[in-house]
């Protein structure tokens, strides 16, 4: 499986972003699908999941600003990041796990950086 990620930027504090990650290969083959994050000094911290059922899982510093999606005709999921704040600066990295191994997938990063 291979993981391309899409969509950061800089943005004002309030403003919007979504991120978008692209799976090829093996996709019939992914289960969960979401999106980490890491901040220079600070350890990769989980922002959203989505299960292959459409179940979804926030880090509480998100929860009711940013919405995970999935679209499995396109093999992609999406990260909305609304009222962005400063503090989400980071960069932004999708990662899919595998139903029948459990191994884990990574995209490469995409730095999202929030100005105040």
């Known amino acids: 499986v291979q993981l391309q990620a899409c969509g950061g930027g800089l943005v004002q504090a309030g403003g919007s972003l979504r991120l978008s990650c692209a799976a090829s290969?093996?996709?019939?083959?992914?289960?969960?699908i979401g999106w980490y994050r890491q901040a220079p000094g600070k350890q990769r911290e989980l922002v959203a999941d989505?299960?292959?059922?459409?179940?979804?899982n926030y880090a509480d510093s998100v929860k009711g600003r940013f919405t995970i999606s999935r679209d499995n005709s396109k093999n992609t999921v999406y990260l909305q990041m609304n009222s962005l704040k400063p503090e989400d600066t980071a960069v932004y990295y999708c990662?899919?796990?595998?139903?029948?191994?459990?191994?884990?997938?990574w995209g490469q990063g995409t730095q999202v950086t929030v100005s105040s």
């Open positions: 990662y899919a796990d595998i139903f029948s191994t459990g191994d884990r997938y």
């Open positions: 290969g093996s996709t019939f083959s992914i289960n969960a």
């Open positions: 989505i299960s292959s059922g459409g179940s979804t």
